[in-house]
């Protein structure tokens, strides 16, 4: 099956369009045409995590139409809409107890462009191995193989090109807010960062009835766009005594949920909580966090979240009843680019002039 994909051959060069060939779905997979794929900064792993075979071709938050079955896929059919999420093994205890998220072998299965066993399903046009299982699909191309259990179906009447955030992005931020926190009615959550992933978050403490939604960030144009969805306070992130200014907000906040990884901003993100306060960690840390053990002594909770806790195919439907009912306009957030213009849009997320940038092939 010929493609043509977004190739990365070295962590510091750019995004190649190039031809590929992929295989035919094997058992427990499917083949499809993808509609849509996001830019996330996990797709930019490569560029610094050692380890990862190159070349690869990323792309984790994909779209699209089913385009050929592998043996054993009974649940779905060739011409099926659906998202792909992460990959699960679906056997271990994490996977058995509705907690895929913490697959034991997640991390091979997500962040090393192969599968399980260490193989591959494409080649380049010399006929060269390419890394093409970046979170069991390798989206950035106009067709994908990937497991069938990562497959979620959607109704033909939704915006398909749009809806491949909902897979992870989206998902991590809603799911942080609905599923790890458990936020309640009427208290208050702190989100720091608002990319897609806080803005998600924002969006879900709105339908979960937060009565104090405060977010944090450097960029005014986010800040202003985070009120517009349910916001109550915002603050600069780089303020010095930021964790006194949230305490000052919120009266000691309920819930708070940093999404950038910055030792300082968590510390001040956990000094804002109030004494049984929780505190949620997504994406990677950038340097250790140290602890004072006064934060924590008098009852604070500090958790790691994958995925938002999320179970994709009960979650991404959920999440498309509330698009629905318009209490959660994830579409708002988005730009297009053509996949051709994959390095503009990497480009534009770097600089954060894009909440969340969606390829076209």
């Known amino acids: 099956m010929r493609a043509t994909a977004a190739v990365l051959r070295e962590p510091q060069g750019p995004f190649i369009i190039e031809p590929i060939t992929l295989l035919e779905p094997g058992p427990g997979e499917i083949a499809l045409r993808v509609a849509g794929v996001g830019l996330c900064h996990t797709d930019l792993l490569p560029r610094v995590a050692p380890g990862i075979p190159m070349p ?32 699960s093994c679906g056997a271990c205890r994490s996977c058995a107890t509705d907690r895929p998220a913490y697959c034991t072998t997640f991390f091979p299965r997500n962040l090393s462009g192969r599968r399980i066993d260490g193989s591959t ?30 497959a979620v179906k959607v109704d033909d009447d939704l915006p398909l090109e749009l809806l491949g955030p909902l897979g992870c992005g989206f998902q991590t931020g809603a799911g942080a807010v609905l599923n790890s926190l458990a936020v309640q009615p009427d208290s208050s959550l702190v989100v720091l960062g608002v990319g897609a992933v806080g803005m998600a978050a924002i969006l879900a403490a709105r339908i979960a009835g937060a009565r104090t939604i405060v977010a944090v960030d450097r960029n005014p144009d986010r800040l202003e766009l985070a009120v517009k969805h349910g916001a109550t306070h915002t603050f600069d992130g780089i303020l010095g005594d930021l964790g006194k200014q949230l305490r000052r907000a919120t009266g000691g906040a309920d819930y708070a949920l940093d999404t950038t990884g910055v030792p300082e901003v968590i510390s001040a993100a956990i000094n804002a909580l ?65 996949l051709s213009e994959i390095n503009d849009a990497e480009r534009a997320l770097h600089r954060g002039s894009v909440i969340k940038a969606v390829l076209i092939p």
């Open 121 to 150: 399903s494409a080649e380049d046009a010399a006929g060269q191995p390419v890394s093409a299982r970046w979170f069991g699909q390798s989206s950035f191309a106009t067709y994908a193989v990937a497991e069938a259990r990562n």
């Open 56 to 87: 690869i071709v990323c792309g984790h938050e994909g779209s699209g139409v089913i385009t050929a079955v592998g043996s054993g896929v009974t649940e779905l059919a060739v011409g099926d809409h659906v998202v792909l999420s992460f990959d």
């Open 274 to 338: 109030n004494p049984v306060g929780v505190c949620g960690l997504v994406g990677a840390q950038r340097g250790d966090l140290t602890i004072d053990p006064m934060q924590l002594a008098v009852g604070r909770t500090i958790k790691g979240i994958v995925e938002g806790d999320a179970v994709p195919r009960r979650f991404i439907p959920r999440l498309i009843e509330y698009w629905r009912r318009g209490d959660f306009p994830f579409d708002e957030f988005i730009r297009t680019y053509p």
